[in-house]
């Protein structure tokens, strides 16, 4: 068989093989993530998925297309507006700039920890940013972990506010985070995930920020030798489902997409403080050079202004004070 036979031959059965695994389900719910095979948020809706199989009994399928394959997080959101994609597991992140209460949860400082933060979105604060999405063609199912988000760069260890100065780094593409870069006196360029290596790797920014598990399965450790635990962000993930597949469901189907995502977030959970341990010892095996224990007190001071911007509406403040006062 010449090169070109073999590969046909070989799409034929991989896409066979599709096909008998999408007809043991009357339907099968495509969603997207940008993390690879085995990541734990791609693990979490793959069980997520095998839950609603059951509880539908085999109605509801979803197949999870990770590495973004369906593209960058920015454009797959919408793609789910459209109904293109039918569910999402994303950062609130790149929510911001479209619901303005996604940017209460991704406040620099806002958590006092992850504890905190599972504390708040677990209750009726997280049910009221989940609803927040429905103006905005999305139906908010869960919310999963994302750890703390912490600088990383290719030049130097970062010892204190004042070593960031005029360093490039990326964000995600929100406004909030761009701001939030500004006010600690360095330079933010917002761009998607996808771009991040090669732009460290060639110099085009000085590095990027983001959790362990993120550090070490992009490869960005590779390029960027430097990571400061500065924890400056504890952004909560979400799982969303477009409001145009939603609203296609009966409310008995309905139902039991909600019951599988919230189902999945223990495992997600667990998943995740597994990985969080795996990427950091990976990380420190390779050399790269961790400074911990730095003083925050002037990073979160630095954020007031970004409060001041962000924080405008007596429904935005009211958010903030009830976070804040949740033990
Ligand atoms: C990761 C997050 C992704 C993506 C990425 C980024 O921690 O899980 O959803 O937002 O960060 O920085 O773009």
Same mark, same amino acid.
């Given at each position: 068989?010449?090169?070109?036979?073999?590969?046909?031959?070989?799409?034929?059965?991989?896409?066979?093989?599709?096909?008998?695994?999408?007809?043991?389900?009357?339907?099968?719910?495509?969603?997207?993530?940008?993390?690879?095979?085995?990541?734990?948020?791609?693990?979490?809706?793959? +069980?997520?998925?095998?839950?609603?199989?059951?509880?539908?009994?085999?109605?509801?399928?979803?197949? /999870?297309?990770?590495? +973004?394959?369906?593209?960058?997080?920015?454009?797959?959101?919408?793609?789910?507006?459209?109904? /293109?994609?039918?569910?999402?597991?994303?950062?609130?992140?790149?929510?911001?700039?479209?619901?303005?209460e996604t940017?209460?949860?991704?406040?620099?400082?806002?958590?006092r920890? /992850?504890?905190?933060?599972h504390?708040?979105?677990?209750?009726?604060?997280?049910?009221?940013?989940?609803?927040?999405?429905?103006?905005?063609? #999305?139906?908010?199912?869960?919310?999963?972990?994302?750890?703390?988000?912490?600088?990383?760069?290719?030049?130097?260890?970062?010892?204190?506010?004042?070593?960031?100065?005029?360093?490039?780094?990326?964000?995600?593409?929100?406004?909030?985070?761009?701001?939030?870069?500004?006010?600690?006196?360095?330079? +933010?360029?917002?761009?998607?995930?996808?771009?991040?290596?090669?732009?460290?790797?060639?110099?085009?920014?000085?590095?990027?920020?983001?959790?362990?598990?993120?550090?070490?399965s992009?490869?960005?450790?590779?390029?960027?030798?430097?990571?400061?635990?500065?924890?400056?962000?504890?952004?909560?993930?979400?799982?969303?489902?477009?409001?145009?597949t939603?609203?296609?469901?009966?409310?008995?189907?309905?139902?039991?997409?909600?019951? +599988?995502?919230?189902?999945?977030?223990?495992?997600?959970?667990?998943?995740?403080?597994?990985?969080?341990?795996?990427?950091?010892?990976?990380?420190?095996?390779?050399?790269v050079?961790?400074?911990?224990?730095?003083?925050?007190?002037p990073?979160?001071?630095?954020?007031?202004? /970004?409060?001041?911007?962000?924080?405008?509406?007596?429904? #935005?403040?009211?958010?903030?004070?009830?976070?804040?006062?949740?033990?």
């Amino acid at each position: 068989m010449n090169k070109l036979t073999l590969t046909a031959a070989l799409l034929a059965s991989t896409m066979i093989a599709g096909l008998a695994s999408a007809s043991d389900c009357e339907t099968t719910l495509r969603s997207s993530d940008t993390h690879p095979e085995g990541y734990p948020t791609v693990v979490a809706v793959e +069980a997520m998925g095998e839950i609603l199989k059951e509880s539908t009994d085999s109605k509801l399928c979803v197949e /999870v297309f990770h590495s +973004a394959q369906l593209g960058q997080e920015k454009d797959t959101i919408e793609q789910t507006q459209f109904g /293109v994609i039918d569910l999402n597991r994303v950062s609130l992140g790149p929510f911001n700039n479209i619901i303005e209460e996604t940017q209460i949860p991704s406040l620099p400082y806002i958590f006092r920890s /992850v504890e905190h933060m599972h504390h708040v979105m677990d209750g009726p604060i997280g049910e009221e940013i989940l609803a927040a999405f429905a103006e905005h063609d #999305l139906i908010g199912l869960a919310f999963y972990d994302g750890g703390s988000r912490s600088f990383y760069n290719r030049e130097k260890p970062i010892n204190s506010m004042e070593d960031l100065a005029g360093m490039k780094f990326r964000v995600m593409q929100s406004d909030l985070f761009v701001d939030m870069v500004d006010a600690l006196g360095a330079n +933010a360029t917002p761009m998607p995930y996808g771009e991040v290596y090669s732009s460290i790797q060639t110099g085009v920014i000085d590095g990027a920020e983001n959790n362990w598990p993120s550090f070490e399965s992009s490869g960005h450790f590779e390029v960027a030798g430097y990571y400061t635990l500065d924890q400056h962000l504890i952004v909560p993930e979400v799982l969303v489902m477009s409001k145009k597949t939603w609203d296609g469901l009966s409310a008995e189907d309905q139902a039991a997409v909600k019951a +599988a995502a919230k189902a999945s977030v223990p495992v997600m959970r667990d998943l995740w403080a597994e990985r969080e341990k795996a990427s950091e010892a990976k990380v420190r095996a390779a050399g790269v050079e961790i400074v911990e224990n730095i003083d925050k007190t002037p990073f979160i001071e630095a954020m007031v202004p /970004v409060y001041e911007k962000y924080v405008t509406s007596d429904k #935005l403040k009211d958010l903030v004070t009830r976070i804040q006062a949740t033990e």
